[in-house]
C-alpha cells in the first residue's frame, strides 16, 4: 500500500469507514498490482487477519485494541466489560458508546 492512502483500519478509526466496508478494501487489493499481503494493505496484523478470518465479529475487538493500544487478548477482557459497546455497528457508534459511559461513570 503506498504511504499516501491510508488502510482500512485507519479509516475506521478516523471514522471515515465502518466495518462493512472491509469487503470493498479486499475486494480493491484483489483488483491492485499491490506488492503487499492482503492483511498489510487493509492494515492489519497478520495475527489479527487470521482471528478475523476464523472470526469475522472478531473485526471489533482488532479495532478496539488498537484505538487503546493493547494486545488483541487485553482487548477481549476489556471489551466484554462493556457489552454495549461490543455491540456497535460501527466505530463511529463504539465512540458514542464509550463517552456516554465515561459521562455516566460506568467506565
Given at each position: 500500500?503506498?504511504?499516501?492512502?491510508?488502510?482500512?483500519?485507519?479509516?475506521?478509526?478516523e471514522g471515515a469507514a465502518d466495518l462493512s466496508d472491509i469487503d470493498d478494501y479486499i475486494e480493491k487489493w484483489h483488483m491492485s498490482d499491490e506488492d503487499t499481503s492482503i492483511y498489510e494493505y487493509i492494515g492489519m496484523k497478520k495475527e489479527e487477519y487470521i482471528?478475523?478470518?476464523?472470526?469475522?465479529?472478531?473485526?471489533?475487538?482488532?479495532?478496539?485494541?488498537?484505538k487503546f493500544q493493547m494486545p488483541c487478548e487485553e482487548a477481549l477482557d476489556q471489551i466484554g466489560e462493556l457489552p454495549l459497546a461490543a455491540r456497535a455497528k460501527d466505530i463511529k457508534e463504539f465512540n458514542g458508546v464509550l463517552k456516554w459511559l465515561r459521562m455516566t461513570g460506568r467506565l
Open positions: 500500500m503506498s504511504k499516501r492512502n491510508k488502510t482500512f483500519i485507519e479509516l475506521c478509526l482471528m478475523w478470518m476464523k472470526n469475522p465479529r472478531s473485526l471489533r475487538f482488532i479495532l478496539f485494541s488498537r
